[in-house]
């Protein structure tokens, strides 16, 4: 299974951009997908994830402003990003929990997408 990521890019503050994320592999079910962000210095994060019943988590300080959406058809998710502020200046991971079917059963994984880079200017 590989994630492609596109999107990212450099705008200022109080500017908008939209990333995308298709999944691409073998697997039976997409059961969540999402995004995730590494400010500059700083940890992992989680910003957004959405369930395949649409359920959706966002991190506090994006939730009025970030909206994660999915096309299930396509195995792509999607996010938007409004009102951006230097503080979410970081590289934006795309990530999937995929179950696939094997003779011994219907393990899940996740996997990763490659970073894509969000500058926010002031």
């Known amino acids: 299974v590989q994630l492609q990521a596109c999107g990212g890019g450099l705008v200022k503050a109080g500017g908008c951009l939209t990333s995308?994320?298709?999944?691409?592999?073998?697997?039976?079910?997409?059961?969540?997908m999402g995004w995730y962000r590494q400010p500059p210095g700083k940890q992992r994060e989680l910003v957004a994830t959405m369930t395949s019943g649409n359920s959706t988590r966002y991190k506090d300080s994006v939730k009025a402003r970030f909206t994660i959406s999915r096309d299930n058809a396509k195995n792509t998710v999607y996010l938007r990003m409004n009102d951006l502020n230097p503080e979410d200046t970081a590289v934006y991971y795309c990530?999937?929990?995929?179950?696939?079917?094997?003779?011994?059963?219907?393990?899940?994984?996740?996997?990763w997408g490659q970073g894509t880079l969000v500058t926010v200017s002031s």
């Open positions: 995308s994320c298709a999944a691409f592999g073998n697997f039976f079910s997409i059961n969540v």
């Open positions: 990530n999937a929990e995929v179950t696939v079917v094997t003779d011994w059963g219907t393990p899940r994984f996740g996997y």
